[in-house]
Every structure is written in structure tokens, then in C-alpha cells.
């Protein structure tokens, strides 16, 4: 590694490198992090786009498209199952979750403006090697190859077909929910071969996904939520603190349920406020698997956040202009991606530059972002808040995305009930379908960008030919994720599961991220120390909450996972 200045002429041995791989660009003169990893070189960096209100679709990028997919399976899955049971009470956990992904979210960012390359390459370029790190966060990754959503998605699907909600224990509704799950994990594929860009595919597709939804559920809520249920739901967002209880009948008043104390319904107290009057609290621990999943994929989540600093290069943002985008098999032969990422050097001019364009990130993040977070599940969980009786508890939860289609349909009436009735379920299912879309592709745009980055084999390859490595890559995804919807039986296994992995992936990759930032970049270029403390604390909570969600389902884990194979088992048994 040099030991140049940033600003300063690259040395002879840095140009005789760069000319060995063929190229004649100049190589950045420091190269920082591992030297499995092909260096960085120089460019200008573009000016950022000035804003003003009357240019307001300089704003749709990466922002709107994460946005439309964070509107998902946490906001109409899980949401609602808490809410249901315990009303607005406890979504202040999604508001902390949030709240870091916002600001994890424009960290990321801030490497891919730096760099052109997308936060998975520069977690690849810290110690200890690249190998170290496939392995690392192919771990971190499986909630992410879990089809969870798809196989949630058949719900509602399946009940516009047969004109009511299907029952998973019957034999017939269960192979058509198998069926349906899998026939809408492979759509999802369709529109990421198409479009030119992927990205672009993806972006129209979340266009039209955050219309129709925000257009609809807006709707119910202003018709028919009382303002009763619009305050219990903005004042849920902000009740830190409420935990779910199991509330007795103390009668020796000593804190606790002792043998023949009666105990009531679900209920929720507040931690702190439990201190300060010297109570005990008797934690109720059924649900706490679901408000991790809740926690977790409230906003994006996971690692599914990273696809964000994808999507900037992909937009031509910063340094991204240089570098490329991921093309579609269909339509998108002209687009090229480099094989590395290309630097500026630091100077008045590009410092300037530079705070305009992590401006502009931000305004992104923090106007159309986080704001598509907080409707998207204010909405969902208001419906459930408003038409179900509070304290419902789902016996099955593979029907949790269509439970309150019924309720909509009695309130509304006999003359429109049973048309909301079919909108409802059709909003569902655009809903988890189409984030079915976004995780998919952020699976793939993780490998696929850092192997094409790390991989010496591949950096021979022609820029041009990304999309096949693309392409190979959906294939053998696709084909895992059928195998998953075929064999594992019930959603407890797969909603749960991934919860609790997508908690564990962003609290790492919140600390992976600050090192990045920290070791990478430059000095001026770096966080600052509010967002440095945001990130630590961003990592305590999601990795605290996985861990209590791991002890409390672990032994539902091994129950379902004994049931799941043991039954696959079974069946092959008598198939022989």
C-alpha cells in the first residue's frame, strides 16, 4: 500500500499494476483495504442535482423503490398480527427500527457515493479476505432466501379464487396454497429479465404498488377509522417502553401469578413506568417471535436494506455515473458494469460536490423513505385496530394476510362489502408479491456484485456479460426456493426464522458498515459522530431483540424443524 497522499500522482508500481490488467485508467494512489480485491481508479466526481420543490421527481430513486418494498411483509404481515392483539401499544419497537435503517440506509449510501460500489464490495475489502466474508454472510443471508412471502402471498390469492379465506389443515386448500406459492415465486423472476435496467423494472413496479395501496388503505382509513383509532395508532409509534404483560388477579399482592391467581386476557404496561411504582412484570412471551419479525422487516431489514446502495449506482448517483448498472437479460445488451469501483480525489471542488450529493441522499431517505415506513404500517395495522375485536389472537398465521379482508367486508356493507372484500385481498397480495420482487433481486445484486468485483475469473469477463452472471445466478435461487416452498411445511418455520436472521444480519452489518465508512473512505468523507453512535446503537437493538426472540421460540424452532423433516421423511418413506 502507498503511503501517498490522497491528491498525489499514483506511483510507478500502481500504474505498471493498472497496465497489467489492461487498463489505462489512472489507480487510485492510496489503494486502502484487502489486495484480493482489485483497485480502485481515478474519476471526477459529477456535481449533485440541485434541489428545489418544483423539481421534486429528482427525488425518485432509490428512496421511492426501497420505499414501495418497505411496505411488506413486517407492515402487512406481522403489523397487524401485534395490533390486533395489542392495538397500537407496541409499534414504537418498528419506530426504533426504522429510525437506524434510515440512517444505516445513507451510510451505505455514502460508500457507493465515494466509490461507485455497492456496501457488499467494501465490506469485501476489509480484513481478513474475501472468502472470510462469502461464508460470513452467507450465514447472515438465509432469511433472505427463505420464500416467506411468497407462500404468504398464495393466502389471498387463493381466497379471491375460491371466494373465501383457505384453510390450511385441509388437505385441498393446503396443495393449492403450495401451488399458488410457488407459481408466484417464479413470476417474480419475469420482470427482473426485463426492462433494460432491472432497476428500472423495479421501479415501475414499486411506482404502481405504492399508488394503488397508500391510494386504497388511505381511503378506509379516512372513510371508516374512527379518529379514536388514528390517535391510538400515531400514539403507538411513540409509547416507548410498553412490553406485553400477562396481567393477574394478585391476590397476595406480591407481583407475580402464584397457583389458583386468575389470569386475564393479553395486556401491556410499560417498562419504565413498572421501576419507577416498584411493580414486577410478568412478560408475555407467545408473541415475541412475531414482534421480531415485526422488528426486523418493519422498513426493509436484514441485510435486504443493502440493495439501497445498489440501486444509488445503479441511479448514476455520485461516482456511480462511472461505474455501470446491472442490465436485464431482455433488452439491456448495451449496459455494461465495471468490475471495480472509481474514486475522486479530494480537492475544494469535490468536497463541495460531495456534501451536495449526500445531501441529496439524505432528503431521499428522510423525505420519501422513512415516511413510506411509518404509512405502510400506520395503515395495515389501522385496519386491524379498527374492524377486529382487540385481543384476537391468529390460531394459524398462514392466514394473517388476508385477516381483516373480512371485517372490512361487514363494516362496509352489503351493497360494496363484497368488492372492498377482494380489494382488500388483492392489496395484500400486491403487497407481499411484489416485495417478493425486492428481495429477490437484492439476494442476487448481493453475489452478483461481489463476485464480480472479487472473483479473479470473473474480472475477466467482459462488463458486458454481467447480466448472464445475473441470470445464472436467478436460476439457481429460483430453483431453492421452490424446493423450500415444496418441503417446509407452515409458516411459523419461515416467517419466524427469518425474523430472527434479518435481526442478527442488520445489527452485524450496522458495525460492518461503520468500519467500512471508518477505514475506507477518507477522512472528510467519513460519518459523523452522531451517525457513528446511531449505528452501535442500531446493532445493540437489532441483535438484542434476535437474541430474546431466539431464546424464547427456540424450542417451537426444533418442534417445527422435527415436523417439517420429520414429515418430508415420511413421505419419501411411503413413496418407496
Not at 7 to 34: I, L, Y
Not at 212 to 239: C, D, H, N, P
Not at 478 to 493: A, K, P
Request: charged residues 15%.
Amino acid at each position: 500500500m502507498s503511503s501517498q497522499e490522497p491528491g498525489s500522482a499514483p506511483s510507478a508500481a500502481e500504474v505498471s499494476r493498472a497496465s497489467a490488467a489492461g487498463s489505462e485508467e489512472e489507480v487510485f494512489s492510496p489503494q486502502p483495504g484487502s489486495p484480493e480485491m482489485p483497485p480502485w481508479t481515478v474519476a471526477e466526481l459529477p456535481e449533485p442535482p440541485r434541489f428545489n420543490l418544483g423539481q421534486l421527481l429528482l427525488m425518485v430513486g432509490p428512496g421511492l423503490v426501497m420505499g414501495g418494498a418497505a411496505i411488506g411483509g413486517g407492515e402487512w404481515l406481522t403489523g397487524p398480527v401485534v395490533t390486533a392483539r395489542y392495538g397500537g401499544a407496541l409499534l414504537w419497537l418498528a419506530t426504533l427500527s426504522v429510525v437506524f435503517q434510515v440512517i444505516y440506509n445513507v451510510e451505505i449510501s455514502r460508500y457507493t457515493l465515494y466509490s461507485g460500489e455497492p456496501i457488499f464490495n467494501g465490506k469485501f475489502r476489509i480484513a481478513p479476505h474475501p472468502l472470510f466474508w462469502v461464508f460470513f454472510y452467507l450465514i447472515l443471508d438465509l432469511g433472505s432466501f427463505l420464500p416467506y412471502l411468497a407462500s404468504n402471498a398464495a393466502i389471498p390469492l387463493a381466497a379471491m379464487i375460491n371466494g373465501r379465506i383457505p384453510d390450511a389443515t385441509v388437505a385441498a386448500d393446503a396443495a393449492l396454497l403450495r401451488m399458488l406459492g410457488v407459481g408466484i415465486f417464479v413470476s417474480v423472476f419475469i420482470p427482473l429479465c426485463l426492462g433494460g435496467k432491472v432497476y428500472n423494472s423495479i421501479r415501475a413496479i414499486m411506482t404502481f404498488k405504492l399508488i394503488f395501496v397508500l391510494t386504497f388503505l388511505m381511503f378506509l382509513a379516512v372513510r371508516y377509522s374512527e379518529w379514536e383509532t388514528w390517535k391510538e395508532i400515531g400514539a403507538g409509534f411513540l409509547q416507548f417502553g410498553n412490553v406485553p404483560v400477562v396481567p393477574v388477579e394478585d391476590l397476595n399482592a406480591n407481583g407475580i401469578r402464584d397457583a389458583g391467581e386468575a389470569v386475564h386476557g393479553p395486556n401491556v404496561d410499560n417498562v419504565f413506568s413498572a421501576m419507577l411504582n416498584g411493580r414486577n412484570l410478568a412478560f408475555d412471551l407467545s408473541l415475541l417471535g412475531i414482534l421480531a419479525s415485526m422488528v426486523a422487516i418493519s422498513g426493509n431489514g436484514g441485510l435486504t436494506n443493502t440493495p439501497i446502495s445498489s440501486f444509488t449506482r445503479d441511479q448514476g448517483w455520485g461516482m456511480g455515473k462511472h461505474v455501470g448498472a446491472i442490465p436485464s437479460m431482455v433488452g439491456g445488451h448495451a449496459i455494461e458494469l465495471s468490475h471495480s469501483g472509481k474514486v475522486f480525489r479530494l480537492n475544494p471542488l469535490s468536497l463541495e460536490r460531495w456534501k451536495g450529493w449526500v445531501a441529496h441522499v439524505s432528503r431521499e431517505q428522510y423525505m420519501v423513505w422513512l415516511p413510506a415506513c411509518f404509512i405502510g404500517l400506520a395503515l395495515p395495522s389501522m385496519l386491524s385496530v379498527q374492524f377486529m375485536e382487540r385481543g384476537t389472537i391468529l390460531q394459524d398465521k398462514w392466514q394473517a394476510a388476508a385477516m381483516t379482508a373480512g371485517s372490512v367486508r361487514d363494516v362496509v356493507g352489503p351493497s360494496l362489502g363484497q368488492t372492498f372484500w377482494y380489494m382488500t385481498l388483492f392489496c395484500g397480495f400486491l403487497i407481499l408479491g411484489s416485495s417478493m420482487v425486492t428481495t429477490a433481486d437484492g439476494v442476487l445484486r448481493r453475489w452478483v456484485d461481489v463476485f464480480w468485483t472479487s472473483s479473479r475469473r470473473l474480472r475477466t469477463w467482459d462488463p458486458r456479460h454481467i447480466g448472464k452472471l445475473y441470470f445464472g445466478v436467478l436460476c439457481v435461487y429460483m430453483v431453492g426456493g421452490i424446493v423450500m416452498l415444496l418441503t417446509v411445511r407452515g409458516d411459523t418455520l419461515l416467517v419466524t426464522a427469518t425474523g430472527m436472521m434479518y435481526n442478527y444480519a442488520l445489527g452485524i452489518s450496522c458495525l460492518h458498515t461503520l468500519i467500512v465508512n471508518c477505514t475506507l473512505l477518507p477522512e472528510p468523507l467519513r460519518p459523523k459522530l452522531w451517525q457513528k453512535i446511531a449505528l452501535v446503537l442500531g446493532a445493540v437493538f437489532f441483535i438484542s431483540v434476535g437474541g430474546m426472540a431466539t431464546y424464547a421460540e427456540s424450542g417451537k424452532l426444533k418442534a417445527s424443524f422435527a415436523s417439517t423433516f420429520g414429515s418430508a421423511a415420511e413421505t419419501t418413506d411411503a413413496a418407496e
